[in-house]
């Protein structure tokens, strides 16, 4: 397994890089548009919509909101988008506090939980776009938080295998542990500074950094565990099988999804108080 995820993400991270580094701000949406509702797709089999037309329908309508926060980015209505996806976040602690909540595949419980796909894709895919539109170094900001999930991911995995003994959540992800968490904090605080040190922040900014970089960490692992939680409804193991090692979109997406308003909203309100 260690082999395979090696090899996928070998693979696909230079390609990444390079759209976001590279493309223009509408076409990167337009990418990112595309993963997240290729992630959307896996959430709807997830959310217990069993036929293709109703799934399908139910993308289409994510995409439509796609389409109408896009006008929104880079003014201040963005900020209202990506607060819902804050909260939603932070209401989803309940859920995994009682995690047979809307278990039961019932007309009501998957409409809530395609609701979460919706306050949970959304406010992500804007708060990524706003990142990579700002000025200056957009682009190098919307790659350091995609690396601070990367390396939390990371740093989880290799502390959890190698430390792992206190179960984290072990009725919803039997595999997660209290030394993965520190691990995923350990690599992607080194990320944060060392990115934002690349970015021109220094002294007490950078500490700020840090602590906006470390809570969207700290989201990241609540996004996994709700995807988690999601999938022992449905009883499947992973949520697709388009990356070898990695499973589906979903799966490489959870974390991100949960991540990216939590640094979009930090780095808005640094940005606020660092102004003259």
């Known amino acids: 397994m260690l082999k395979q995820r090696t090899i996928t993400a070998l693979i696909l991270a230079p390609l990444v890089v390079a759209i976001i580094l590279m493309a223009p701000?509408?076409?990167?949406?337009?990418?990112?548009?595309?993963?997240?509702?290729?992630?959307?797709?896996?959430?709807?089999?997830?959310?217990?919509?069993?036929?293709?037309?109703?799934?399908?329908?139910?993308?289409?309508?994510?995409?439509?909101?796609?389409?109408?926060?896009?006008?929104?980015?880079?003014?201040?209505?963005?900020?209202?988008?990506?607060?819902?996806?804050?909260?939603?976040?932070?209401?989803?602690?309940?859920?995994?506090?009682?995690?047979?909540?809307?278990?039961?595949?019932?007309?009501?419980?998957?409409?809530?939980?395609?609701?979460?796909?919706?306050?949970?894709?959304?406010?992500?895919?804007?708060?990524?776009?706003q990142l990579h539109a700002q000025s200056p170094h957009g682009p190098y900001w919307a790659l350091l938080a995609i690396l601070l999930v990367w390396a939390a991911d990371t740093g989880a995995y290799f502390a959890g295998t190698r430390f792992g003994r206190r179960k984290l959540a072990p009725r919803i992800s039997p595999n997660k542990t209290w030394a993965g968490v520190w691990g995923a904090f350990a690599l992607a605080g080194a990320v944060a500074l060392v990115g934002g040190g690349l970015l021109g922040w220094r002294d007490g900014w950078l500490v700020a950094l840090l602590g906006a970089a470390l809570l969207s960490v700290a989201a990241s692992i609540v996004g996994d565990l709700v995807e988690s939680l999601l999938k022992r409804h449905a009883n499947v193991k992973d949520s697709g099988a388009l990356f070898p090692g990695h499973g589906g979109l979903l799966d490489r997406a959870d974390s991100l999804l949960a991540a990216l308003p939590v640094f979009a909203a930090g780095k808005m309100l640094l940005d606020l108080l660092r102004q003259p």
């Open 25 to 129: 701000n509408w076409l990167f949406a337009l990418v990112v548009a595309a993963l997240f509702l290729g992630a959307s797709w896996e959430w709807t089999l997830l959310a217990g919509i069993g036929s293709a037309a109703a799934r399908g329908g139910a993308v289409l309508l994510v995409a439509a909101l796609i389409a109408l926060a896009w006008p929104l980015h880079g003014t201040p209505g963005a900020a209202g988008v990506i607060a819902v996806g804050l909260l939603w976040w932070t209401l989803s602690l309940l859920w995994l506090r009682h995690f047979a909540y809307a278990a039961a595949p019932t007309r009501e419980n998957t409409a809530l939980k395609f609701a979460a796909c919706i306050v949970a894709v959304v406010p992500a895919w804007l708060a990524l776009v």
